[in-house]
């Protein structure tokens, strides 16, 4: 049995859900939540609309060089915001081992684009997991 947490974009939440569902996957907990990596919580003034509603303390910065190696050129007519942490969902799935593998591939088909900020998957072990309910343990827990 494993835990599957992913940290996706905000705007891929729907197409995401739909993606598990396709492959029988119904018990996901999202969550939302902020955060920063290679991207350093900057986003390009056109794509600010409607992610900045969720941020405190945004200030624009000026229009940047291109930057090669960090993927966030900005053109002439550009700016970048800086928001400090960008608004995310973070998924968790407990699932049996044989069901990570398609869980992970639907995860990544749906949110990979090749930019910054596509995600991260993080797989762990879980010890057991028990539904309260009926308190079948493991496995059974899980269907």
Do not use: C, W
Not at 92 to 99: E, L, M, N, Q, Y
Not at 103 to 120: F, P
């Amino acid at each position: 049995m494993k835990k599957i947490v992913a940290i996706i974009r905000d705007e891929r939440v729907e197409d995401t859900k739909t993606a598990l569902e396709k492959i029988g996957v119904l018990g996901v907990t999202f969550f939302h939540v902020t955060g920063r990596g290679e991207q350093k919580g900057r986003i390009r003034s056109t794509a600010s609309r409607g992610m900045l509603r969720r941020e405190q303390g945004t200030r624009l910065l000026m229009p940047r060089e291109p930057e090669p190696e960090s993927g966030l050129s900005a053109g002439p007519a550009e700016q970048e915001v800086d928001v400090g942490f960008l608004p995310k969902r973070m998924l968790i799935i407990v699932a049996g081992d044989r069901d990570v593998q398609p869980i992970v591939q639907a995860i990544i088909s749906v949110n990979q684009s090749g930019r910054y900020g596509d995600g991260k998957i993080f797989i762990s072990p879980m010890v057991s997991a028990i539904r309260v309910r009926t308190g079948e343990h493991g496995d059974d827990a899980l269907s």
